[in-house]
């Protein structure tokens, strides 16, 4: 079993800890994610920080110092496997499609283009900007033609989505964004008696999209939090991507143009205690449901922001709909991880996943410093971590290199089995435990909290 990394020291520091709390995190067991860059080391400390939080916040729920929060150890096999959860996911048997035919490089007159057409209204916005029907052989023909920066910039224009490849680095973005609320919050979480949990009893609301967003609340269901998911109901989740990401979680929906059902989000805010929001910058502030907003109103609510690119971006970057394979391909990633002068990917979509477990981490110790924080995560920020920041080559375990007792890392270990609203499920465990509910069908749920 090794010490905490570098890697970890980073994560914690940019969540506001201290670096001395790190000693408790221990590693174990071998892991996958070998790549060009060090994204095993980022999914271990993102994982870890993530255990960290939950153990202070236990400790601080009973009367505890955090100094005597229990030590926390991370399996790395657990962490490889649920850094590819949606890849293991089984639905009666079959496999998910991960990427529409739509989605992904294709050649420009001078590079390349990533494109991300996995939601029809993405793809019907990418073939009206190229003026093509909707077939590979069509979308390839219309990009071969343009420049990948004009092809970038048609396509946006037009509500899809689509980014050059670029060799360069993005612009340095914060890990995290620490943005005080206007008040002290009340630590009602605190004032609640400590559950079985570390979250027990914690209300999240839940106004995420896709995946980062999605592991983030998840990881607090398994936590013990009551999360409820909240999405329009014109805009349809995959049934395959919350099938993946809905543990641990309800899902209801809810138009917000429409004056009953603010009222009902309203009540719903009223008694959350979390809002973790996954919308570009600018797409929420109409309803009054941006961060700054919300702890004006109601300033003992932990809230964290989600966003592609950052809200430092450069230029109209800011306020773009982005991915995490759009984000590989803008800030250098995708040409660092190519060969033969074809972009490549990450082993996994580390930059989702791992903002997801940050995410959880700040919420997790903003609870246990008494609520009434603003946290402001983007994947481009955990792309500049990894790609600038982040110390490679985590110690291995010695048991799990050569010699006895060696083993290697398999993912069957952390695949479970069982029966949800959408069949039969064969998934990725969490590396924090078992979920205590599989995922109900998208917004099947009442929009109500549960009984504490």
């Known amino acids: 079993m090794t010490s905490h990394d570098g890697g970890t020291v980073q994560a914690w520091q940019a969540l506001g800890g201290a670096a001395e709390a790190v000693d408790r995190v221990r590693y174990r067991g071998a892991g996958g994610l070998e790549g060009p860059l060090p994204v095993r080391e980022l999914a271990r400390a993102t994982v870890g920080v993530c255990g960290l939080a939950a153990a202070e916040l236990a400790a ?39 990427f529409a035919p739509l989605s992904g490089f294709w050649p420009a007159a001078d590079g390349w283009v990533r494109t991300h057409a996995n939601y ?99 990881t607090l269901g398994v936590l013990g939090a009551d999360v409820l998911r909240i999405d329009a109901p014109r805009l349809r989740e995959a049934d395959d991507a919350y099938a993946d990401t809905g543990f641990g979680k309800r899902s209801a929906l809810l138009d917000l143009a429409d004056a009953g ?84 990917a990450l082993p996994a979509q580390a930059l989702d996943h791992g903002t997801g477990y940050l995410m959880a981490a700040g919420v997790l110790r903003a609870l246990a410093e008494g609520g009434g924080r603003l946290l402001r995560f983007s994947l481009a920020g955990t792309a500049s971590w990894l790609t600038r920041d982040l110390p ?25 089995e069982g029966d949800s609203a959408y069949g039969a499920l064969r998934y990725a465990a969490s590396p924090f435990g078992e979920w205590r509910r599989g995922p109900s069908r998208w917004g099947s749920d009442r929009a109500v909290w549960l009984e504490r």
């Open 392 to 416: 490679a080559h985590a110690d291995a375990d010695p048991d799990a290199a050569d010699g006895a007792g060696a083993q290697e890392y398999e993912a069957a270990a952390w695949l479970r």
């Open 120 to 218: 029809p209204h993405h793809e019907a916005a990418l073939v009206r900007a190229l003026g093509v029907p909707e077939t590979p052989y069509a979308v390839r023909n219309a990009l071969a033609l343009l420049d990948a920066v004009e092809a970038q910039e048609r396509v946006y224009a037009a509500g899809g989505l689509a980014v050059a490849v670029t060799e360069e680095l993005g612009p340095p973005q914060p890990l995290v964004e620490h943005v005080r609320g206007h008040g002290v919050g009340d630590g009602r979480v605190l004032d609640m008696p400590p559950g079985p949990l570390p979250a027990s009893g914690v209300r999240v609301l839940d106004l995420t999209r896709v995946i980062a967003g999605p592991v983030a609340t998840r």
């Open 60 to 98: 601080v729920r009973a009367g505890l110092p955090v100094g005597d929060a229990a030590p926390v150890v991370v399996d790395e096999g657990a962490v490889a496997t649920a850094f590819v959860s949606e890849r293991h996911l089984r639905v009666e048997g079959r496999a998910p499609v991960s």
């Open 261 to 344: 059902h603010r009222a009902v989000l309203e009540g719903l805010l009223d008694g959350a205690d979390v809002v973790v929001t996954g919308y570009r910058p600018g797409a929420l502030e109409r309803f009054g449901l941006d961060g700054e907003r919300l702890l004006e109103r109601r300033p003992h609510l932990v809230v964290a922001e989600l966003c592609a690119w950052g809200r430092r971006a450069w230029g109209p970057w800011a306020g773009r709909r982005g991915f995490d394979s759009l984000v590989q391909a803008g800030y250098g990633i995708s040409a660092a991880c190519g060969e033969d002068g074809r972009p490549g």
